[in-house]
């Protein structure tokens, strides 16, 4: 009995010595404590906490090993114990023998360790991976504070279930609350853009394509929508199929909207610049805002007398079209009419009232389906209003920031266009005014210029008849004086009738050329005409015109223009002095020229002699005669022959007058060709 007793002690020894072993030599970090102090340490606990052996780590008690912010859970884990209750797995932060801190895994098992109630303990050191969650944790938070500080969110889509998950940060972006029962983002997604941003995940994506990119409208909370950028990459299953999709959506609606509106105006300040009609231009401005501001539908009225006319409005629905044709100003114009009086913006977050309070027109705006109008007055920049621009709105909404920018802007754009065409329509009809004076003088000076004539050639043919004498001696010579002087004064009031008649027909269009090819011939042919206005302001006259010369040109029309020049050139040049006639080919064309010796004219009183009845200072003073019109019609003639005309002078040398005809052999050559 005695024997048996002791082989039964010697096997629970050896079994004891077997489990002591196989714990001091155990991979794992292991402990038995009786709640409060540590009563074994195998090996590897006393390397993962950092002790020099397991016997200096025995003996230590709870309140060393774990940090004061734990022991509370300590006191209640103790507590458990001494009632034999289940102790769950929990995580603790373990001061090592080297006084740093690590986080461990503990699991507990209540056991009995020499004689007494004790816990067995296993250690797993999970502070890497703490260490590793924590970065990932503050590395997701990085970026999503980076995405939403960009105006972006996050998302993933499952192919399988064909939803949208992870997207709580997406629904924060739109305003609704992730927690409630927010709708699905794919409901959100705009109906016109629907089809694209599924295709681009699915049936529409090429195979070899894993990445995506496609810009789209989301609806907000409140109704209205953002324009987001969306970035995908496809995550493939190991057959290669799609799985998921993990995509980022960044808010772009202010770039967007930047981008329309630059557009917008470059197109609309573009087409102000080439005269484009103002319903045009306009048109462009209300288009713009409807782009820029989702949902919406735009138009511009105009100010007309006591009204304001809607100039453009081609998505307003059709049957609130009529009454919104013509709008009195003021409040029987509604928001409209009431913005132009008051020259400030008109925000009508919901249209109507309660009951009577709604009026007759927005009752008809509201069975429309427009719910909310903005109304931006057009005023110039002496605060007289022009018009209006109005945007209506399906829901009930105020204007954002962003929209005040697009009201601001295309409310001056369409200024800018109402009053250049305002100034149009009076240079228009300051023109037509200043052609029908111009018509009325014209006919007025031919009239008189023909009335005048008749008598005035009466009156020179009756000086002439009594200068000679023709009917016998006057008698006394006094009286032939007179006579000479009534024909010289006389002619002189003829030459200057005949520039006024000559000038009013060309002014009226009533001189008509008949271009032919003019030669030395025919310039030879009226020489002794320009030989005799010379030699009347006693000048002598130098003809040299090329044997070859030819120009295409009306005879008439260059007769008259080299008596003016020549006529000019003796009269305002030296006393007996040369007045050269010259006519030659250049490359350009056919040229003649007429030159003086006179004192010129300085250069900045050239433009100025070419302009109806203007003279130099110089000219008044040192000669006679003359009205400013002989080289206005040189000009005015030379333009009827598409020939060029200018003047070159220098002071105290002379003066050139140049005329540039079309060559008679290039146009005759392109004329056959």
């Known amino acids: ?146 995405i939403d500080m960009i105006g972006g969110a996050t998302w993933v889509y499952d192919y399988a279930s064909d939803q949208m998950q992870e997207h709580e940060g997406l629904l924060r972006l739109l305003g609704y609350d992730p927690t409630g029962r927010p709708p699905q983002v794919l409901d959100l997604i705009h109906p016109e853009d629907l089809e694209g941003v599924r295709g ?71 087409a102000i610049t080439m005269g484009v009609p103002l319903e045009v231009v306009l048109r462009t401005v209300v288009k713009t805002a409807e782009q820029a501001i989702d949902g919406s539908i735009a138009a511009v009225f105009c100010i007309e007398g006591d009204a304001l006319v809607l100039a453009s409005g081609p998505s307003l629905p059709e049957s609130l079209r009529p009454h919104l044709a013509r709008l009195p100003l003021g409040a029987e114009g509604g928001c409209v009419g009431r913005a132009a009086v008051e020259v400030r913006r008109i925000v009508k977050e919901r249209l109507g009232g309660e009951g009577s309070k709604i009026s007759p027109l927005a009752m008809k705006a509201t069975a429309a389906g427009i719910n909310a109008a903005w109304v931006e007055p057009i005023f110039s920049a002496h605060e007289r209003v022009l018009g209006v621009l109005s945007v209506y709105l399906p829901q009930q909404s105020a204007p954002r920031e962003s929209d005040d920018v697009v009201l601001r802007e295309l409310s001056d754009v369409a200024r800018l266009a109402i009053e250049h065409a305002h100034t149009q329509q009076r240079l228009r009809e300051a023109r037509a005014e200043a ?121 008439r029309a260059v007769k008259q223009i080299l008596i003016n020049l020549t006529s000019n050139a003796a009269r305002y040049g030296a006393v007996g002095g040369t007045v050269r006639v010259t006519g030659r080919v250049s490359p350009v064309g056919a040229v003649l020229e007429v030159h003086d010796e006179g004192p010129g004219i300085p250069g900045e009183e050239i433009e100025m002699l070419l302009q109806p009845f203007e003279r130099s200072e110089r000219a008044k003073a040192s000669v006679q005669g003359g009205i400013g019109l002989g080289l206005p ?41």
């Not at 008749?454 to 016998?472: D, S």
């Not at 009827?640 to 079309?662: H, I, K, M």
């Open 1 to 146: 009995m005695n024997e048996s007793r002791l082989s039964a002690s010697k096997q629970l020894a050896a079994a004891s010595d077997r489990w002591r072993w196989l714990l001091h030599e155990s991979p794992a970090a292991m402990l038995v404590t009786d709640g409060e102090r540590v009563l074994f340490a195998n090996r590897t606990a006393a390397e993962v906490l950092k002790y020099g052996s397991p016997g200096e780590l025995a003996g230590r008690t709870m309140w060393e090993l774990n940090v004061p912010e734990d022991y509370k859970l300590v006191r209640e884990r103790i507590a458990r114990l001494r009632r034999r209750e289940h102790l769950p797995l929990r995580e603790a932060r373990l001061r090592c023998g080297d006084g740093t801190v690590k986080q461990f895994e503990v699991a507990g098992y209540p056991i009995e360790y020499e004689g007494q109630d004790a816990v067995f303990v296993r250690l797993t050191d999970v502070s890497a991976a703490r260490h590793r969650e924590s970065a990932e944790r503050e590395a997701r938070e990085r970026l999503a504070l980076a």
């Open 200 to 270: 681009r995940l699915t049936h529409r994506r090429p195979p070899d394509l894993w990445e995506t990119s496609n810009e789209h409208r989301l609806r907000r909370a409140d109704g209205t929508y953002i324009w987001v950028r969306s970035r995908a990459r496809i995550i493939a299953d190991e057959s290669g199929h799609p799985k998921r999709a993990l995509g980022i959506d960044t808010d772009i609606t202010a770039e967007k909207r930047e981008r329309i509106l630059r557009d917008g105006r470059a197109a609309a300040l573009s």
């Open 435 to 555: 052609e029908r004076a111009n018509r009325a003088k014209s006919h007025f000076l031919a009239t008189m210029s023909h009335e005048l004539r008749t008598p005035l050639n009466a009156v020179i043919g009756f000086a002439e008849v009594m200068q000679h004498g023709v009917f016998g001696p006057i008698g006394n010579p006094r009286y032939e004086a007179y006579a000479s002087d009534i024909v010289v004064s006389a002619r002189h009031l003829l030459d200057i009738l005949s520039d006024i008649l000559d000038m009013s027909r060309i002014e009226a269009g009533r001189w008509e050329v008949s271009p032919d090819e003019i030669g030395h011939a025919e310039i030879a042919g009226f020489s002794h005409m320009l030989s005799a206005v010379a030699e009347q302001h006693g000048c002598r006259l130098e003809m040299d015109i090329a044997p070859d010369f030819a120009a295409w040109a009306d005879l």
């Open 633 to 673: 019609i040189v000009r005015q003639l030379a333009e009827l022959q598409n020939a060029d005309f200018a003047l070159e002078s220098e002071v105290g040398v002379g003066t050139c007058a140049r005329l540039t005809f079309p060559a008679a052999q290039a146009v005759v050559a392109l004329r056959q060709g």
